[in-house]
Every structure is written in C-alpha cells, then in structure tokens.
C-alpha cells in the first residue's frame, strides 16, 4: 500500500485546484439529504457548503485518508461565504496545509481552501481540521 | 422570528428543526457531496469499524445548522456569514437532530451590523454532533 500524502505532506503543500462546480443533479441530491419543510427557497443558488463539501471529498481522496486505512475525525471546520453561489457556477477550490503536527501518534492536520469563481474571485474560504490515527484502520465523518 | 435582520436583539433565539437523519438522507449526502466513504453507506463494512454501523457524515449535521441560518438570515448569511464548529459525536442513521441557535452579541464592524450566534445541533440524547459559533451581519 502506498504511504498516504498525509504522512509525507509538509506545511504549505497545495492541494488542487478541484473543479467543485455543483451540478443541479447534486444540488437535488442535497435537498433530498438536508431539505425539510423549514428549508429555505434558494432559487437559482445552492447551499453554498456543497462547495466545501465537494472539495472536503477531493481532500479525503488526495490525502489518502480512506484508501490508505486511516482512521480519520473531521474535528473541526471554519467556512465563510462571501456571496451567494449559483447551482452550475464554476467554482475552483485551491487548497493549503497549514498545519500537520503528531501527537501521541495522531496527525493533527489543517487545510486552508480558497474558492474562486471563473474570473478568479475569491468567494468563499473554509478551513478543515482532521485527527488521523495510524494505529486504527477506519475512516469516519 | 422577527421579520426582519433590524428588529435582531441579542438573546433572541432561532428557529432550530429537528430532522430524522435517514439512511435514504445519508445516500443523498453521499451523492451530493462526492464521499462515497463505506462507513456512511455499507453496513457490512461499518460493523467492522468502532462504531459498529453506519454513521451520517460530519457535514450533514453542519449542513442542517446552516440551512437554519440560511432561512433566518436569508439576504445576508450566504454574503458575509462566517462559522466555526467542532464535530464531538458521530450521528447513526434513525437518529432525530435538532439544530438549535441564539444570538450572544450584535457589534458594529466596521459600519455593518453583525450578529454572533452560538449554533449546533443536538443528539436525541442531547449531546451536541456539532457545536460552535456563527457570525451573521444583519444588514
């Protein structure tokens, strides 16, 4: 097996880009999941955390979290929205490690994600704090 | 809930739901978000982890606090609204959440009225899945 990213990757290594365009295939599937009689009426836009969840996902893979066996919390997550985004809008994710410590055998990792729409603006940011154990063949959350 | 952001004061609490998290919920999630991760979708997997079955993803309980904040603030949380939150307990599908918010603070940044909110959202048990704070600017 492969010695996953996250046990090699170094502050600052750059993730991406990842295409996290969302189509309104996915923006129905969201409804279905999340979607209730309270929900809002987002229009032509989407909840914008599908875009955090969608580059979260390519995380996860580049990182070699579930491939490589790992045990993996999603401890912790920081978004910010800096305009509404619409359902087909293309939207790339760029990402940064901007933290990877061990501690009693568990990486404490963090990852900083920029979201830019086509022309190149920033519209959205998030950060995603993970605890990864070696010791534990799982992944969760 | 007040009719609009100006009418916000501090102590005011939102309109948290409660949703039955489905494992029907979770597929979609999976679908959605792109995290086919087995311990959400293949039970047989799930038994042989920790946890014994299948758990919902982390960022379905974060996505039902932000469709509350989204119908409570709908002009202003998806311009300028920011979270930070914790994930503390997974959620196992057949379990009922309910999200839950009150606003702490409302400050004045920088000329633009912003409310904090502490936001989560609760086990049956009354644990939180996830908990931590919002920011909403109100106008």
Avoid at chain 1, 80 to 109: C, M
Avoid at chain 2, 31 to 47: F, K, R, T, V, W
Wanted: hydrophobic share 40%; proline share 4%.
């Amino acid at each position: 097996m492969a010695v996953p990213l996250i046990s090699t990757a170094m502050v600052g290594h750059v993730f991406g880009p990842y295409d996290v365009t969302i189509s309104a295939d996915r923006a129905n599937a969201y409804a279905s999941a999340v979607g209730g009689d309270e929900s809002p009426d987002y229009g032509e836009s989407l909840a914008p955390i599908m875009v955090v969840a969608a580059a979260l996902a390519e995380l996860i893979e580049e990182l070699g979290l579930f491939s490589g066996g790992l045990q993996t919390v999603h401890a912790g997550q920081e978004i910010s929205w800096l305009r509404p985004i619409k359902i087909g809008e293309k939207v790339d994710a760029r990402g940064k490690l901007t933290a990877n410590s061990i501690r009693r055998g568990n990486h404490f990792a963090t990852v900083s994600v920029c979201y830019k729409d086509s022309t190149g603006t920033e519209i959205a940011t998030s950060s995603t704090t993970i605890i990864v154990s070696e010791e534990v063949s799982v992944a969760q959350q | 809930m007040p009719n609009s952001n100006s009418q916000r004061t501090v102590g005011d609490t939102l309109a948290g739901f409660v949703r039955k998290i489905t494992q029907d919920r979770v597929d979609a999630y999976a679908i959605a978000s792109g995290d086919h991760n087995p311990i959400h979708l293949d039970e047989a997997y799930a038994s042989t982890t920790q946890f014994g079955t299948r758990i919902a993803h982390g960022m379905l309980s974060l996505a039902l606090v932000t469709e509350m904040l989204a119908a409570e603030f709908p002009f202003t949380w998806h311009d300028g609204g920011k979270l930070k939150v914790r994930f503390s307990a997974p959620v196992f599908p057949g379990e009922t959440v309910e999200t839950y918010g009150k606003i702490t603070s409302i400050d004045d940044e920088n000329g633009r009225l912003v409310a904090t909110c502490t936001i989560g959202c609760k086990k049956p048990d009354g644990t939180d899945a996830v908990a931590g704070r919002a920011t909403v600017p109100l106008e």
